[in-house]
């Protein structure tokens, strides 16, 4: 593994770890938060099952976010944790972010500049789940066997002909 995957990863994992860490151990503020959007999100059809005890929601989606941080982290699948982190990332960010339910114009900033920095981390948390470590895809893996296969039929039906030829020659 590459020098900066050894320290981009557990630099992005840093985050999530603590996020999920304290969400686990002190779930209130994050409940607080939920409960701030919880009625603009049975209007887009959350189900109410999902709010009905928020406190466990909030903790396990910390102890979610901060093994998968950790796996991250510890390069330990990393490309799954990555992806985890980013599909907790999404909600995470619209439930700490609602802009949508209005206030003053600098709080609309604030919430508009953590939408972005959410996104972002999406972002980063993709590219780190789609990193190969420089090997290549199945994809390319099984095209290029079959383009080595074909080449290598060739070569043989080739060398079969030339050794007909070369018989023919001699008799």
């Known amino acids: 593994m590459s020098i900066s995957r050894r320290l981009a990863r ?23 938060k939920f409960r701030k959007v919880e009625p603009a999100l049975e209007k887009v059809g959350v189900p109410p099952a999902i709010a009905s005890d928020t406190r466990m ?13 950790l796996m991250l982290a510890t390069n330990r699948k990393p490309r799954t944790a990555a992806l985890t982190l980013a599909a907790m990332t999404v909600p995470v ?3 700490n972010n609602p802009v949508w339910t209005g206030g003053g114009r600098e709080r609309k900033k604030e919430m508009r500049r953590g939408l972005l920095t959410g996104a972002s981390l999406v972002g980063g948390l993709l590219i780190a789940g789609l990193d190969r470590d420089g090997r290549p895809s199945l ?17 043989k039906a080739a060398a079969k002909e ?3 030829d070369l018989k023919a020659k001699l008799s």
């Open 93 to 95: 960010t619209l439930v």
């Open 139 to 155: 994809a390319w893996r099984a095209t290029n066997s079959r383009e080595h296969k074909a080449a290598l039929r060739e070569v």
């Open 10 to 32: 557990p630099l992005l994992a840093s985050s999530f770890v603590a996020t999920g860490v304290d969400a686990l151990l002190h779930p209130d503020s994050h409940v607080e």
């Open 57 to 69: 929601l909030v903790r396990a989606s910390g102890a979610v976010t901060a093994v998968a941080g």
């Open 162 to 164: 030339s050794k007909a």
